[in-house]
């Protein structure tokens, strides 16, 4: 899911988006134009309004969304964003994960800027361990075409394992 939003209509147009993702595994990440707490995602204390709004931490709440970097890093200070207007470091750019996708974070960081004016966050999950046991479709064998294939295959095999003479001076 990809969306966008203006500041006054985020948190309803996100809550209602997210409301289709009920119990089930979400990533949720993006440029959110505030912090989540201002005294460590943020080098000067101005600017209050730049905390998110409640609506977001409701959200975040009810989807048991957490952020993946303070997950790992805890009370550290990083920052994704330089406001020469206000003079200050800011982590507006953010990774949130279901929280029982956690245990799958191999990695998360914030990368050095490059060709953008913010710090790009970055995770990398462990893949899902999944086991399964094989089974045959056993509907293939209605097939006539498919039935026809394997006799084909089987009187191959045999004719062509099958000892014949064996020569009795080997």
Do not use: C
Not at 31 to 60: A, M, Q, W, Y
Not at 70 to 94: L, N, P, Q, V, W
């Amino acid at each position: 899911m990809d969306l966008w939003s203006r500041k006054h209509t985020g948190g309803k147009y996100l809550q209602n988006k997210l409301s289709n993702f009920v119990h089930q595994n979400v990533i949720l990440l993006g440029d959110f134009n505030g912090v989540i707490n201002p005294s460590l995602d943020r080098t000067t204390k101005t600017d209050e309004h730049r905390k998110l709004p409640n609506t977001f931490f409701d959200i975040l709440e009810h989807h048991q969304l957490r952020d993946t970097w303070r997950e790992k890093y805890g009370d550290s200070k990083d920052f994704t964003f330089y406001s020469a207007r206000h003079k200050s470091f800011s982590r507006i750019d953010m990774i949130f994960l279901t929280e029982k996708m956690l245990p799958r974070i191999k990695k998360t960081d914030i990368s050095p800027k490059t060709l953008s004016d913010h710090n790009s966050v970055t995770i990398m999950l462990r893949g899902a361990k999944r086991s399964f046991r094989w089974r045959l479709n056993e509907d293939l064998f209605l097939h006539p075409k498919i039935n026809s294939n394997i006799e084909k295959t089987i009187t191959n095999y045999f004719q062509l394992n099958l000892p014949k003479q064996t020569n009795s001076m080997i």
